[in-house]
């Protein structure tokens, strides 16, 4: 498969990144019965430590040869990775939410609040409330207990709206590294838009989770690789 060309076929390129693109956590940063901020902040720091990993390389390359199409990216990713490769933010929406933003543990508004400036504060040991009911503050992404879900609503919103564009367009959908965690987020709406749109064509690669629906036979490539791999050994 030559990935290249085939993005010149197409007007519009939607991108589903999934579980195959977010970076790993060593065991001790992992989240206990109870959730903790702290731990959170550790995998901040540890994120911000390790930049240049083959995925960072990976979204470069994909940037790199969408610079000049018309595309929208919808990431499980957490892990804000994608915001520092040159792909448009105002193209990316990220459901899941990320290590950027806190919100209030018990969602008593729908505000949320930039990390960045509370991390002075946060480094001289003070614990982050809410400024509205006092309780504690948590990151804003799917991990933590309640998860307030407002904060990617705007994006999200341009999202649909790009969607409903792709109509009889020539839409490529191509997914990488989408697991079933979160199915009805990327990859059951990209099989339903394939299916719906005569000139679509879904691209999806996946370690072991790459078979195509018997309904998408004809118009889906299936491709059993490492996500990255496959974009690092595409974009040379
Ligand atoms: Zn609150």
């Not at 590294?177 to 009805?184: F, L």
Request: hydrophobic share 30%; with cysteine; charged share 30%.
């Amino acid at each position: 498969m030559e990935l290249n060309k085939i993005l010149d076929e197409y007007d519009m390129i939607l991108l589903g990144i999934g579980e195959g693109f977010e970076e790993e956590f060593p065991e001790e940063m992992k989240q206990g019965k109870e959730y903790s901020l702290e731990k959170d902040i550790q995998r901040k720091n540890y994120l911000e430590e390790h930049k240049n990993t083959k995925a960072d390389l990976a979204y470069q390359k994909l940037a790199e040869g969408l610079k000049n199409k018309n595309y929208f990216v919808v990431t499980l990713c957490q892990d804000d990775k994608i915001y520092h490769s040159g792909l448009k933010k105002e193209r990316i929406v990220a459901p899941c939410g990320s290590y950027s933003f806190l919100q209030c543990t018990n969602v008593c508004s729908s505000d949320i609040y930039n990390f960045e400036e509370m991390k002075e504060s946060i480094e001289k040991g003070e614990s982050p409330v809410c400024p509205h009911c006092k309780e504690p503050l948590v990151m804003n992404r799917i991990g933590v207990p309640k998860y307030s879900e407002e904060g990617y609503l705007p994006q999200w919103n341009l999202y649909t709206k790009w969607i409903q564009g792709t109509l009889n367009k020539k839409l490529l959908l191509l997914e990488l590294g989408v697991g079933m965690k979160y199915p009805s987020v990327i990859r059951w709406p990209f099989e339903k838009m394939c299916y719906i749109n005569e000139k679509a064509r879904l691209v999806r690669v996946n370690d072991y989770l790459h078979h195509m629906t018997e309904e998408l036979k004809e118009k889906g490539d299936s491709v059993q690789e490492n996500p990255v791999e496959f974009v690092l050994n595409q974009f040379v």
